[in-house]
């Protein structure tokens, strides 16, 4: 059954600045079974990718109504997926792989930008947040205040 889309969750993938990420890892640590290394989910976490250069990849269908559709729910939050579209950009950690942080390209910020408004103007009353913004998250993700950067875009 359908639900109406109540959220647009930013997350990072967590990985060291600079280092790209593919679609199929995305998926290896998502779907593939926990003995395989994978957390053995049935849908990767995130609709779209944003990678370093900037390029936005669809990693799940949908039809870009109001609603989330049960073919379109993906894993990026627990207790929120019926009703939420997650997007994600590559990185989120430092070089070394020790510190969270904001590593977007100009690229990327460009991107997720365009993304953003693009998104709400299509979607005005959907609430836009940072995976680590919604209740009972214990996460750094995505490593930068969605709230603060929304008004650096003018959508606050």
Known sequence: MSKSLRYLVIHCTA???????????????HCDPVKKGGRGW????Y?????????????????????????EVTNGAAGYNQVSRHIVYVGGMSKDGKTNRDTRTQAQKEAMAKYVKNFHRKHPDVAIVGHRDLPGVKKACPCFDVKRWLKDIGLL
């Open 47 to 71: 609709t779209d990718m944003i990678h370093l250069n900037g390029g936005v990849e669809r990693l799940v269908g949908n039809n870009e109504d109001a609603w989330v559709d049960p073919w």
């Open 42 to 45: 049935k849908q990767v976490g």
């Open 15 to 29: 990985t060291p600045e600079g280092r790209e990420v593919t679609s199929a890892e995305i998926r290896h640590w």
